[in-house]
Each structure stands twice: as C-alpha cells, then as structure tokens.
C-alpha cells in the first residue's frame, strides 16, 4: 500500500512538471510571436509623420518644401482643409508685419493638393465675408424699431392702483 501511495505521488509530481513545462513554452511561443508582430507594424508603419507637423520634421523627410502665406490670416479653417485633404504642412506666424500672417510650408510633391485647398479655402473665407454678422442684424432691427416707436403717436401710461390687502 504505501509503495502505491508513493508511485501515484512521484506520477502527480511528473505530470504536474510536464504541465508547468507546457505552460512555459507557451508562455515563450507567445512572448516571440508578439515580438515579431511588432516589428512587422513597425515596418509597415510610414516613417516620417503626416498632416500637422513642426517646420523641422517637415525638412526631415528629405523632401522638398515650398511655402505660401494666407491671405487673411486665419490658419483654422486653412488646417482643416489640409487635413481633410491629407497634406503634409508645418504653419508659421509672422509677427513682423501689423495684421498677423501665416506663412504655410508643404512639401513640394502635394502643389497640386494644395492648390485644391487654397481655392475651397479662400470660396470659403469670401462666404464668410459676404455674410451679415448677427450683431449687425441685431444694430439695424434695433435702429428700425426705434424709428418706428418715434413716428407712433405716444400713448398715456396708467397708473395702476396698489390693490389693498385685509389684514395690515
């Protein structure tokens, strides 16, 4: 009996090894096969940055660059023109002159591109231009409101009587 205790104890331990073993080969196999799947995204994935980048990352590429200025000096609409049409830009401000400018510099092989979206963006910016703001709406409903209220005759205003409560 004792000698049967002692065989099944030495055959657990045995195939417990074998598991852990199993396990860590695995564990290993796994461990490899991610390593190398992170190598192959790194190798697929572009290796210079795109869209909005500094002016300096831009020169990186190894490209070369060109560079326009905005006409009216604002870049927010101009940036989400170019992202939408996936351009390569770095945008500067130039300080130097009174009304602020923004200089955009672009790589030389997306002119095309941005020729694109410098025509939508300047359609737009003369869209917004021809608009009416609210706050003048606002001035000439109001200056028409006046006049009207001077040309109508004025009217007595009534005195209202406070009524009197029971109970002071």
């Given at each position: 009996?004792?000698?049967?205790v ?80 996936g ?15 923004y ?66």
């Amino acid at each position: 009996m004792q000698e049967e205790v002692e065989n099944r104890t030495v055959n657990l331990a045995v195939s417990t090894t074998r598991l852990t073993a199993r396990s860590i080969i695995r564990g290993v196999r796994w461990f490899i096969m991610s390593h190398n799947q992170k190598k192959i995204r790194k190798q697929m994935k572009h290796p210079f940055a795109e869209g909005k980048q500094s002016v300096a990352d831009l020169l990186k590429a190894g490209v070369s660059t060109d560079k326009i200025e905005l006409p009216d000096g604002s870049a927010r609409d101009f940036c989400k023109l170019a992202r939408k049409f996936g351009v390569d830009y770095a945008i500067r401000k130039d300080k130097s002159q009174e009304p602020t400018r923004y200089v955009v510099f672009f790589k030389a092989k997306d002119t095309e591109v941005l020729d694109q979206v410098v025509k939508e963006y300047v359609s737009k910016t003369n869209a917004k231009a021809e608009k009416a703001s609210v706050r003048e709406q606002l001035k000439a409903e109001k200056a028409k409101a006046h006049e009207n209220a001077d040309k109508q005759p004025k009217r007595k205003a009534r005195k209202h009587r406070k009524e009197r409560t029971e109970g002071r």
